[in-house]
């Protein structure tokens, strides 16, 4: 591939990745993104004479002057003004696409597609950004090298001075060596991307050892929430049903000590919202006011008591940021811990609250998802919910008109039974008979109401069917009832080695008030819902990968804070005071012990130095090879071209006039005309053959071998008196 091709291929990389980095944040709706894709592609055929029409460059400058004024007026009239700055942003990259003609329109190409980098740590923190972040440490090493030889090459052939056929001249050059497939290859791409080892490193370096005093851009970030349905303050029935085979993660659990290996199959129960008004159609939730949840310390919060590390079970849950900032408990959870955040350096404990029931939110969200740890007992004793004092009974018990068939069904159905807790469980039992089956489809309801309908001709739905069913049944018997929305399931990612639950795990449940025992869970939905939700494939493999990927994406560089870094610095500190060979006492390590910690520090070391230092050692490897081997990979013009400048250079040095080591043939050439050497006219003519059979591949012909040797000649032959003004000079 010539040069300027290889060139154009590596700004449009660099420059696409920039474009994808600022459509990560939705600020730009779809028809902004279809014309930027259009203009990037159509961009591609600015070729040849087209760009260097006054008429075309005039009309792209007049346009970006335009769309800026329009942007402007539009921000006066109270428009998003990001989404106007992105918009901004992007045609302004298509626009330097569309005018690429020398090294400084490149350079500027890349200089807007890092600056589209940095604006997407506002826009997002996706593992999308990650993806954009490794193709731009790869593609940027690359973008710079090729900018920079170009700048040197037209610093070789400049279109100043001189008459009109000498500026045509050096431009039809130009043009050649820009042509040539021999100024770089293969080995320079890979070459120059083993400098992003390095760089990367030293990057990762800076992020773990840097203080983290806050979230930075990403506090600037305004983006939505994932939404999930079921979790506000209303839910319509039969909601549900439409999501059921929606696999898009919501959150992770992660038994804690992690286990080696895979974990074995376990059923979660993460409750996150209860409802206690029901019309006929939809639930809703009655307004009461939110409890603080007191915190033991600075992120322990009791629901029942203090969590216990001994006996009970500790997960660990990786919750996205949602639309309603619910966080979701484990069934049995009698505590929680959620760390602090961190504002300008300092720990600030999180705002929990508690309303009517079980249904904890956060007050503080932060648009980056939660990471807490629940403790669930393991006393059966400790499951239920203890009901809060604020708890108004008549709202669990009030009902809709027109139920007196779902009234006589209810009496029908626990006839016989001695408590609320028997007739739970015999309503249970009926809804899970044979009578009754499990279905993604609503029912139809025609002129009937949606509980009629499904009770007494359809008999099948889903999860809210079933749980609206019940509770509405239990109420009609003076039991106080509520719906509860959650996530029921759980399936194993062994990739990240968490239960993953979905969208589509998305479930409605029941709680019912039994005395002396508070609000007792039961799940009124067949166990056939199991068998439904989204496949298992070969896709549902790849999807496991990437939520395993963005999990960690999210938890070790998203959540990477203040608080990390002490606690490995801690880490850090612990092991040099067991391996310290300073102190006394018996906890002073043996001498054997010193030198076992000293190796493993010098091995550690040995292989950071092996991976900072292998790139460096194969490019310094490869860079001697070519100088060794460039001679052998000339044609036979170029070596000879080599070969007389390399004359033309021992005469000048014996005239005083020595090339320096910082200037290029031609630059020597422009210096010697300008300080008036007699034969500065021969060197030009021998250099400009020499650029032209070296980079641009042109014959050299005997007779202009035998022209060049004779302008070498009458340099080596000058006065001597030119050697000392030289000199001088």
Same mark, same amino acid.
């Given at each position: 591939?010539?040069?300027?091709?290889?060139?154009?291929?590596?700004?449009?990389?660099?420059?696409?990745?920039?474009?994808?980095? *600022?459509?990560?944040?939705?600020?730009?709706?779809?028809?902004?993104?279809?014309?930027?894709?259009?203009?990037?592609?159509?961009?591609?055929?600015?070729?040849?004479? =087209?760009?260097?029409?006054?008429?075309?460059?005039?009309?792209?400058?007049?346009?970006?002057?335009?769309?800026?004024?329009?942007?402007?007026?539009?921000? =006066?009239?109270?428009?998003?003004?990001?989404?106007?700055?992105?918009?901004?942003?992007?045609?302004?990259?298509?626009?330097?696409?569309?005018?690429?003609?020398?090294?400084?329109?490149?350079?500027?190409?890349?200089?807007?597609?890092?600056?589209?980098?940095?604006?997407?740590?506002?826009?997002?923190?996706?593992?999308?950004?990650?993806?954009?972040?490794?193709?731009?440490?790869?593609?940027?090493?690359?973008?710079?090298? *090729?900018?920079?030889?170009?700048?040197?090459?037209?610093?070789?052939?400049?279109?100043?001075?001189?008459?009109?056929?000498?500026?045509?001249?050096?431009?039809?050059?130009?043009?050649?060596?820009?042509?040539?497939?021999?100024?770089?290859?293969?080995?320079?791409?890979?070459?120059?991307?083993?400098?992003?080892?390095?760089?990367?490193?030293?990057? =990762?370096?800076?992020?773990?050892?840097?203080?983290?005093?806050?979230?930075?851009?990403?506090?600037?970030?305004?983006?939505?929430?994932?939404?999930?349905?079921?979790?506000?303050?209303?839910?319509?029935?039969?909601?549900?049903?439409?999501?059921?085979?929606?696999?898009?993660?919501?959150?992770?659990?992660?038994?804690?000590?992690?286990?080696?290996?895979?974990?074995?199959?376990?059923?979660?129960?993460?409750?996150?919202?209860?409802?206690?008004?029901?019309?006929?159609?939809?639930?809703?939730?009655?307004?009461?006011?939110?409890?603080?949840?007191?915190?033991?310390?600075?992120?322990?919060?009791?629901?029942?008591?203090?969590?216990?590390?001994?006996?009970?079970?500790?997960?660990?849950?990786?919750?996205?940021?949602?639309?309603?900032?619910?966080?979701?408990?484990?069934?049995?959870?009698?505590?929680?811990?959620?760390?602090?955040?961190?504002?300008?350096?300092?720990?600030?404990?999180?705002?929990?609250?508690?309303?009517?029931?079980?249904?904890?939110?956060?007050?503080?969200?932060?648009?980056?998802?939660?990471?807490?740890?629940?403790?669930?007992?393991?006393?059966?004793?400790?499951?239920?919910?203890?009901?809060?004092?604020?708890?108004?009974?008549?709202?669990?018990?009030? *009902?809709?008109?027109?139920?007196?068939?779902?009234?006589?069904?209810?009496?029908?159905?626990?006839?016989?039974?001695?408590?609320?807790?028997?007739?739970?469980?015999?309503?249970?039992?009926?809804?899970?008979?044979?009578?009754?089956?499990?279905?993604?489809?609503?029912?139809?309801?025609?002129?009937?109401?949606?509980?009629?309908?499904?009770?007494?001709?359809?008999?099948?739905?889903?999860?809210?069917?079933?749980?609206?069913?019940?509770?509405?049944?239990?109420?009609?018997?003076?039991?106080?009832?509520?719906?509860?929305?959650?996530?029921?399931?759980?399936?194993?990612?062994?990739?990240?080695?968490?239960?993953?639950?979905?969208?589509?795990?998305?479930?409605?449940?029941?709680?019912?008030?039994?005395?002396?025992?508070?609000?007792?869970?039961?799940?009124?939905?067949?166990?056939?819902?199991?068998?439904?939700?989204?496949?298992?494939?070969?896709?549902?493999?790849?999807?496991?990968?990437?939520?395993?990927?963005?999990?960690?994406?999210?938890?070790?560089?998203?959540?990477?804070?203040?608080?990390?870094?002490?606690?490995?610095?801690?880490?850090?500190?612990?092991?040099?005071?067991?391996?310290?060979?300073?102190?006394?006492?018996?906890?002073?390590?043996?001498?054997?012990?010193?030198?076992?910690?000293?190796?493993?520090?010098?091995?550690?070391?040995?292989?950071? =130095?092996?991976? *900072?230092?292998?790139?460096?050692?194969?490019?310094?490897?490869?860079?001697?090879?070519?100088?060794?081997?460039?001679?052998?990979?000339?044609?036979?013009?170029?070596?000879?071209?080599?070969?007389?400048?390399?004359?033309?250079?021992?005469?000048?040095?014996?005239?005083?006039?020595?090339?320096?080591?910082?200037?290029?043939?031609?630059?020597?050439?422009?210096?010697?005309?300008?300080?008036?050497?007699?034969?500065?006219?021969?060197?030009?003519?021998?250099?400009?053959?020499?650029?032209?059979?070296?980079?641009?591949?042109?014959?050299?012909?005997?007779?202009?071998?035998?022209?060049?040797?004779?302008?070498?000649?009458?340099?080596?032959?000058?006065?001597?008196?030119?050697?000392?003004?030289?000199?001088?000079?």
């Amino acid at each position: 591939m010539s040069f300027a091709n290889l060139h154009k291929l590596v700004a449009y990389l660099i420059s696409g990745l920039g474009l994808l980095a *600022l459509s990560l944040g939705n600020e730009l709706d779809g028809g902004i993104l279809v014309l930027t894709f259009v203009g990037y592609v159509a961009s591609l055929f600015a070729e040849g004479k =087209l760009l260097h029409r006054p008429l075309y460059t005039r009309g792209w400058t007049a346009a970006v002057v335009a769309l800026l004024l329009f942007q402007i007026v539009r921000g =006066l009239s109270s428009s998003p003004t990001l989404a106007m700055a992105i918009e901004f942003a992007a045609f302004l990259q298509v626009s330097r696409l569309a005018n690429r003609r020398t090294a400084a329109d490149y350079q500027q190409i890349a200089v807007l597609a890092f600056l589209h980098l940095i604006a997407a740590t506002v826009l997002s923190a996706s593992l999308s950004y990650a993806l954009i972040f490794v193709g731009f440490v790869i593609v940027t090493p690359w973008m710079l090298a *090729l900018s920079q030889l170009r700048r040197e090459i037209e610093g070789n052939y400049p279109v100043l001075g001189g008459t009109e056929e000498q500026i045509e001249k050096s431009q039809a050059a130009m043009r050649r060596v820009l042509a040539s497939k021999r100024v770089v290859g293969a080995s320079f791409l890979v070459s120059t991307a083993l400098l992003a080892v390095p760089l990367f490193a030293m990057t =990762l370096a800076i992020f773990v050892i840097v203080p983290r005093v806050g979230q930075g851009f990403l506090s600037l970030r305004r983006n939505e929430g994932q939404r999930v349905a079921g979790f506000g303050n209303q839910i319509e029935l039969g909601g549900f049903g439409v999501i059921r085979d929606d696999p898009t993660v919501v959150l992770r659990v992660t038994p804690l000590p992690r286990a080696e290996g895979a974990l074995p199959p376990l059923a979660l129960r993460m409750r996150g919202t209860s409802f206690d008004r029901y019309d006929g159609k939809r639930w809703t939730r009655s307004p009461a006011m939110a409890t603080p949840l007191h915190s033991l310390g600075r992120d322990h919060y009791p629901l029942r008591r203090a969590g216990d590390l001994k006996h009970d079970q500790m997960l660990q849950v990786v919750l996205d940021h949602l639309d309603e900032p619910v966080i979701f408990v484990p069934y049995g959870a009698v505590a929680l811990t959620v760390p602090p955040r961190i504002v300008q350096g300092e720990p600030i404990s999180r705002e929990l609250v508690r309303a009517a029931g079980l249904d904890i939110r956060y007050a503080d969200p932060d648009e980056l998802g939660l990471v807490y740890i629940a403790y669930v007992t393991r006393d059966p004793k400790e499951v239920d919910v203890v009901p809060m004092a604020s708890e108004i009974p008549a709202n669990y018990l009030q *009902l809709p008109p027109h139920l007196e068939r779902v009234a006589a069904l209810a009496r029908r159905v626990t006839a016989g039974s001695h408590d609320p807790d028997e007739a739970a469980r015999r309503i249970v039992s009926y809804l899970h008979s044979s009578e009754f089956t499990y279905s993604l489809e609503q029912p139809d309801v025609k002129k009937d109401t949606p509980l009629d309908a499904f009770l007494f001709r359809a008999k099948s739905g889903h999860c809210e069917y079933f749980a609206s069913a019940m509770a509405i049944m239990l109420r009609t018997l003076n039991i106080p009832s509520r719906n509860v929305t959650g996530f029921v399931g759980g399936r194993y990612n062994p990739y990240g080695g968490y239960y993953a639950l979905r969208q589509g795990d998305a479930h409605s449940w029941v709680e019912a008030f039994i005395e002396h025992r508070g609000w007792v869970t039961f799940d009124p939905t067949p166990p056939a819902r199991a068998g439904l939700g989204p496949r298992q494939n070969l896709w549902a493999d790849v999807q496991a990968l990437v939520d395993a990927l963005r999990t960690r994406w999210l938890t070790s560089i998203v959540g990477y804070d203040l608080r990390t870094q002490v606690t490995i610095l801690r880490k850090l500190a612990r092991f040099f005071e067991r391996h310290s060979l300073t102190g006394g006492g018996a906890n002073m390590p043996s001498l054997k012990d010193g030198a076992r910690a000293t190796y493993k520090l010098l091995r550690f070391a040995g292989l950071v =130095l092996f991976v *900072l230092g292998l790139p460096l050692g194969f490019l310094w490897w490869r860079r001697r090879r070519a100088k060794q081997g460039k001679a052998r990979a000339l044609s036979a013009d170029a070596a000879q071209a080599v070969k007389l400048y390399q004359e033309l250079e021992r005469a000048l040095a014996a005239r005083g006039y020595a090339r320096p080591a910082s200037s290029t043939p031609s630059e020597h050439s422009r210096e010697l005309t300008a300080r008036g050497f007699p034969h500065a006219d021969e060197v030009h003519e021998v250099t400009e053959r020499y650029m032209q059979a070296r980079y641009g591949g042109r014959a050299l012909e005997p007779a202009e071998q035998a022209q060049l040797k004779s302008a070498i000649a009458k340099v080596r032959s000058g006065h001597s008196g030119h050697s000392g003004a030289g000199a001088g000079g």
